[in-house]
């Protein structure tokens, strides 16, 4: 795909509005479908490569209105059963289309608590977009009606008109509530127990908050701006946050409401344990998590060069083993940080690959090596234990496994070496175990997830839990979900509890 | 913010602080460690042991010795001025008990976070040998703290200008000679001083505890920055650590991992915090 410059995006999308906007009423379905999906309009790649700017630079108020317009409102709604917060998707789409940008951030806002963030991170091609009508009768999930853009449009127009809105706050109850962890998890119980009234503390153990929204999505994919906007507004509705604050050792859970006299608690504290291979070499320098890379990066910084007092490893040659969204942003991270080649190793092919559908268009855009059906076995270094290659295994596609997809299956003989100096280990994270380790009573499953019941309660009474903690590693959009319910949970319990 | 309560210099570049932490102060246990960072926008995050707490004035006391930017900076701070974050306590306490006689080795400014574990077995009623080490004499840090817990007391420079001429592990050697062997040691230090305390005490069989000072960035399990191989095994020792069964530690692949940014030294800015990570712990540890 060309790259295609912003005013001409543009341009296009005032003259095809200039036609449809007089006959809008009257537009059927078959007008609406020929409607061209409006493209976003990004950084170009060969500038991007080298800044941390965001790529995807959002959509213009008239692309805006002509993507709304291929709308079919159908009365059925099948986008809404895609999403996992069941936002009245039609009804806002129509709100934009009808150049009511207001009405269409109050309907989103119903339902959801971060839009802007959501509308940049959630796979809506595996969601919403997915049960599209629109997608499914041109037979491409990419010409489903882009209600992802949409929802991000509005909640930037909203943001740069007014900041972002406070809801009204009750008085003082006098309970109150700690929420441990600062993603989007905690970040949506905060404002929700605050709204009834109830004095929330924010505890996080890094410096600033914001989870994984801060410290691993890049700032190329989700300005922290507005993060950090999100962060000052649950401040300025009157939530405490304490940084630094680590449960489970600055003080136990349990003590926050023991000593404390916290009413209730929730837990959100992520899926922040990296996994390894467990393969030969993995401890070689020149070897990081992706967590560290990212956090290294992102929340230290260490992209300002002269600035940032932590250092990173520059490779020239850098693997990444993993196919996520975390895969995909280590790479690109690599990109922009100066290596010459980024190789990334996938076991199966492109079609199993759990990343957003626009990041691996972006990584590719932007020189990324892919190779699919490859793994690597094992890491090798010279004398002073740094990095110099990995061994790599190709693999086939075997019979699908118990999730229906195929598995891989190693081609024996086919090993082969690859000269690297960096590698990253992008496969995934599993839950931190410091809570579970420090809390007594605290029922978690095989995999170390907090087990809670359809309220969002855990084993121990008063004490909630949800997001990445509980679901594994998932997404922005089913933390704020868990976080929604815990929060209706823990306000009906503090009120039916004078 | 962490007020600076009491600042004095124990040599040359060896700084003791004691900060206000009244949580960390009332948690802590011997054995653990804080994150310390001095400014949140561009600052580094350092992992430095606590060597002392006192928890009714709500105050740690932190020793360092000043080798790069950050903790040059931490030695410019007067008392007064203030420390933006301190994060923890961090990793797991000290096992402590009865254990008998134990041996406790401290190398150069591995002294300060041997200190609180050797309160810890002498309250715990243990019959205590420290040894004690530097290059040279000046270099000796809580001499006094360490004389007055001890049982038996060593001293070894490496240019004999105090106590025994020599290295460590000789007088570790001969204490795991005697009978009844001593049933526990502990030993902190620079890295290469910990494996050679760890051979020292391989042949008699003496259980071996090491405290390690990796590279940090979170301290709380989320990066795996600072993970070592301990009998075969990937250990993360800000949670899983920070001590460790010295005789399984792959002390070899620690000592490469902790020079992981020493090539990339032609970034001018970084060369000295490098030189925090790796020469700190050639030194001893902060
Ligand atoms: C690199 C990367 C890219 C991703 N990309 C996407 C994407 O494109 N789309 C998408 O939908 N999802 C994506 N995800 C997943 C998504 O970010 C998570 O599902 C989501 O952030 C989980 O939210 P959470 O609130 O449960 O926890 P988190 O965001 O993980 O936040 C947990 C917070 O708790 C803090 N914490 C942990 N333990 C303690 C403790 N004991 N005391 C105090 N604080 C503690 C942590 O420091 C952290 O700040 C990505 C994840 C990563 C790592
Ligand atoms: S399925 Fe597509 S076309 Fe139908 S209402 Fe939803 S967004 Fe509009
Ligand atoms: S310092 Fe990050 S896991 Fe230990």
């Not at chain 1, 990173?312 to 975390?326: K, P, W, Y």
């Not at chain 1, 019979?399 to 190693?410: F, L, N, T, Y």
């Not at chain 1, 004490?463 to 823990?490: F, H, P």
């Not at chain 2, 401290?106 to 205590?128: D, F, S």
Request: include cysteine.
């Amino acid at each position: 795909m060309s790259h295609l410059s912003s005013p001409n995006l543009r341009q296009q999308a005032i003259d095809l509005l200039k036609d449809l906007d007089p006959r809008q009423a009257t537009l059927k379905a078959k007008d609406r479908i020929r409607i061209p999906a409006q493209d976003m309009p990004t950084q170009d790649p060969a500038i991007r490569r080298r800044n941390i700017q965001e790529v995807a630079e959002g959509y213009f108020p008239e692309q805006a209105r002509v993507e709304a317009m291929r709308c079919l409102q159908c009365r059925n709604a099948p986008c809404v059963e895609g999403c996992p917060v069941r936002i009245d998707i039609p009804g806002f789409i129509r709100a934009i289309a009808e150049n009511n940008f207001a009405g269409a951030v109050e309907i989103i806002r119903r339902n959801s608590l971060l839009p802007a963030v959501c509308g940049r991170v959630c796979p809506q091609e595996t969601q919403c977009q997915a049960e599209c009508t629109v997608g499914k009768s041109l037979k491409d999930i990419n010409q489903a009606v882009m209600i992802g853009r949409l929802e991000r449009f509005v909640a930037d127009w909203e943001r740069e008109q007014h900041g972002v809105r406070l809801p009204p706050i009750k008085p003082d109850t006098g309970r109150k509530v700690a929420v441990i962890g600062s993603g989007p998890a905690s970040i949506t119980v905060a404002a929700d127990v605050r709204r009834e009234g109830h004095a929330v503390t924010v505890f996080e153990a890094f410096h600033r908050p914001g989870g994984v929204l801060l410290y691993g999505i890049p700032e190329f994919r989700l300005p922290k701006k507005i993060v950090e906007m999100e962060i000052n507004a649950l401040k300025t509705m009157g939530v405490e946050i304490r940084t630094n604050f680590v449960v489970g050792r600055t003080r136990k859970l349990m003590d926050l409401m023991v000593k404390d006299g916290y009413d209730a608690v929730f837990v959100g504290t992520g899926a922040g344990l990296p996994k390894f291979m467990n393969i030969e070499g993995e401890n070689l320098v020149g070897v990081f998590s992706a967590n560290e890379y990212l956090t290294r990066a992102n929340l230290m910084r260490a992209y300002a060069v002269g600035q940032a007092d932590t250092p990173i490893f520059r490779g020239r040659r850098v693997a990444v083993l993993g196919g996520g969204n975390v895969a995909m942003d280590s790479a690109r991270t690599a990109v922009r940080l100066g290596a010459e080649e980024v190789h990334l190793i996938y076991r199966r092919t492109e079609v199993e690959m759990p990343a957003r559908v626009e990041e691996v268009a972006h990584a590719k855009e932007e020189g990324v090596i892919f190779h699919f059906l490859e793994n690597a076995q094992r890491i090798l270094g010279n004398d002073y234990g740094v990095v110099t290659s990995i061994e790599c295994l190709r693999y086939e596609l075997g019979a699908p496994d118990e999730s229906g997809r195929r598995r891989p299956v190693e081609l024996k003989g086919s090993e082969f070496i690859l000269p690297m100096d960096a590698v990253i280990v992008a496969i995934g994270n599993e839950s931190n175990p410091l809570i579970r380790q420090t809390t007594d009573g605290l029922k978690t499953n095989k995999w170390g997830n907090i087990v809670v019941d359809d309220t969002g309660k855990t084993s121990i009474d008063r004490v909630y839990a949800g997001g990445d903690i509980v679901l594994g590693a998932a997404t922005v959009i089913l933390a704020m979900g868990e976080g929604r319910r815990a929060a209706a949970s823990i306000n009906a319990q503090l009120a039916a509890s004078p | 913010m962490h007020e600076i309560v009491s600042k004095e210099i124990l040599t040359d570049d060896v700084y003791r602080l004691r900060v206000r932490a009244p949580l960390i102060a009332e948690e802590r246990r011997p054995g653990q460690f804080v994150i310390v960072q001095l400014e949140e926008e561009y600052g580094e995050r350092i992992p430095l042991t606590i060597a002392d707490a006192d928890s009714r004035e709500g105050t740690i006391t932190l020793i360092f010795q000043a080798v790069g930017k950050t903790t040059h900076q931490l030695g410019d701070l007067k008392v007064g001025e203030s420390i933006q974050s301190i994060l923890g306590p961090l990793g797991k306490p000290t096992h402590i008990e009865k254990f008998g006689t134990v041996v406790c080795v401290g190398g150069g400014i591995g002294t300060a976070p041997l200190h609180p574990i050797v309160q810890g077995m002498k309250a715990a009623g243990n019959r205590l040998i420290v040894i004690l080490g530097a290059r040279t004499q000046k270099l000796i840090i809580l001499e006094r703290e360490m004389r007055a817990l001890a049982d038996e007391f060593i001293l070894c420079t490496d240019d004999g200008s105090a106590g025994r001429k020599g290295l460590v592990t000789d007088p570790l050697k001969e204490i795991c000679g005697r009978t009844p062997k001593p049933d526990l040691a502990v030993a902190i230090g620079p890295p290469i001083m910990m494996k050679f305390c760890a051979e020292a005490t391989r042949p008699f069989g003496v259980p071996t505890v090491v405290s390690l000072n990796t590279i940090m960035v979170d301290g709380t399990g989320m990066c795996g920055g600072c993970r070592v191989t301990v009998g075969k095994k990937t250990q993360f020792v800000c949670v899983d650590g920070p001590e460790f069964d010295g005789h399984q530690v792959d002390f070899d692949n620690m000592m490469k991992r902790l020079k992981a940014y020493k090539s990339h030294e032609d970034e001018a800015h970084h060369k000295c915090h490098m030189e925090t990570q790796a020469d700190l712990l050639k030194e001893g540890r902060a």
